[in-house]
Structure formats: C-alpha cells, structure tokens
C-alpha cells in the first residue's frame, strides 16, 4: 500500500511562487510514477505531470511547463511541484498520486494522497 501526503500549500500573490512536496511511503512496482494534479469546484480533475521514480522523463503539461517543474529526491523519497509566476487561475486543490505509468487517464492512477490548498491573489 502507498501513502501519500502533500504539503506546502497556502495562500500567495499573483507573480509568487510555491514549493509543494509530496512524501510517499509503502513503494512499490505499481507506483514507479509519481504525479501533481490540481482541481478545483466544478471541475475535472486535471493532470500537471509527472516523473519516473528514476527521476527522469519529468514531464509538464504544456500549457504549464514554462511556469511549473516537477522533480524528487529519492533520499527523502519526496517529489516536488516547483510553481513560478502563479495566477489566480493556478488556485486549486493539489493532489499528488502514483501509478505504474504517467496516464493521461486520472482513473487509472492508483494511489492519491489527501491534496494541498494553493490559493492565488491578484
């Protein structure tokens, strides 16, 4: 069984930036990814990236990969969502998860940790 816990969430202004951290606990061959999601009311769930437990292919989606990064420290067994130039639209709720692979489906993440609050003001 993997656990997961995010941290780091909080309140900004818009042009700051956050760290936020996700340790994971009880690894495993069915969580050799791990990914950041955010969502917030009303919506779907959406997918940011994700990164092999190898730390590499980290991967951002497009349309965030000028602004956010995602990396780990495998020591700490920690993945990071580094956040620069925040908007208010980037306000959510975070959420790391795991899985065997980086799908794009959300359904077939396995492993979901409890989410993190990033609030933006203008």
């Known amino acids: 069984q993997v656990q997961l816990v995010e941290s780091g969430g909080g309140a900004v202004q818009a042009g700051g930036s956050l760290r936020l951290s996700c340790v994971a606990s009880?690894?495993?061959?069915?969580?050799?990814?791990m990914g950041w999601f955010r969502q917030t009311p009303g919506k779907d769930r959406e997918r940011i990236g994700c990164?092999?437990?190898?730390?590499?292919?980290?991967y951002v989606i497009d349309s965030l990969s000028g602004r956010f990064t995602i990396s780990r420290d495998n020591a700490k067994n920690t993945v990071f969502l580094q956040m620069n130039s925040l908007k208010p639209e980037d306000s959510a709720m975070y959420y790391c998860?795991?899985?065997?692979?980086?799908?794009?489906?959300?359904?077939?993440?396995?492993?979901w940790g409890q989410g993190t609050q990033v609030t933006v003001s203008a």
């Open positions: 009880g690894y495993g061959e069915s969580s050799d990814y």
């Open positions: 998860a795991a899985s065997a692979r980086c799908w794009p489906d959300i359904r077939r993440w396995n492993y």
């Open positions: 990164i092999h437990r190898t730390g590499d292919g980290a």
